[in-house]
């Protein structure tokens, strides 16, 4: 979740008449900030795309069971640079534009995330680096303590020094929670077009809990934990 700024490559997966607003806008899922012409993204105490949720491979995925179509799925995603595929999925997702998203692509790299069978030991912290403007952080404030669903995918790293510079830093335990949260986890860069980002993706739909937020010189910390959900 990231302030995302209003232009004409994002506008093509947004709501059409934020480009015409002439005010702010706010609704369940994000606020529009006029003035700054981005889109604020909430973080939600439900899992608004659980009904649409299917678990389209094999629960359990070994390596070597790895096919070109889940291949594709991951490369599509992981390789932004050539392609939209992960600002499309995204932002379609953080927007609900529920006719505009693609549920079968969706299904599909979150039935990865959740079947991969992880030969790659988890990491006791993943980091991500972000901009977020004084709304998110107050989202997080908000939200100390207490849960909130992934409206999207996120990648994660295992190495802080390759974060993206922003003005803050999510910083993700694995450490001291149960092995079925960390089923929405999964450590993905040795089939990422980009291996030295040493990636780890988090599926959308995913339960997390906000430990704390600090700010330390010059960035955020805000230190969040994956959590059990009764509901998948």
Not at 30 to 46: A, Q
Not at 107 to 126: A, E, W
Not at 176 to 201: G, M, P, T, Y
Request: charged share 20%.
């Amino acid at each position: 979740m990231m302030g995302c700024v209003l232009n004409a490559q994002t506008n093509a997966y947004l709501p059409k008449d934020l480009a015409t607003l002439t005010t702010d806008f706010e609704n369940d899922f994000f606020f529009f900030n006029y003035s700054t012409n981005t889109v604020n993204c909430k973080l939600l105490s439900i899992n608004p795309y659980q009904s649409f949720f299917k678990q389209l491979y094999p629960s359990i995925i070994n390596h070597y069971e790895l096919d070109n179509d889940m291949l594709d799925v991951i490369h599509s995603y992981t390789d932004s640079q050539s392609n939209e595929c992960y600002m499309k999925t995204n932002l379609n997702l953080l927007s609900a534009l529920f006719d505009d998203i693609d549920w079968i692509y969706v299904n599909k790299l979150r039935s990865l995330i959740r079947g991969l069978s992880q030969t790659t030991q988890f990491k006791p912290i993943y980091y991500r680096g972000l901009t977020l403007s004084d709304d998110e952080i107050q989202y997080y404030f908000d939200r100390r303590n207490d849960y909130y669903y992934t409206t999207s995918f996120t990648s994660f790293t295992i190495d802080r020094l390759l974060i993206y510079p922003g003005n803050a830093v999510l910083m993700l335990r694995t450490d001291s929670c149960s092995e079925k949260a960390r089923i929405n986890l999964a450590n993905i860069w040795q089939w990422s077009r980009f291996v030295d980002e040493k990636e780890a993706l988090l599926a959308v739909g995913a339960k997390l809990k906000v430990l704390s937020v600090h700010f330390y010189g010059c960035k955020w910390e805000i230190e969040i934990e994956l959590a059990e959900d009764d509901t998948t």
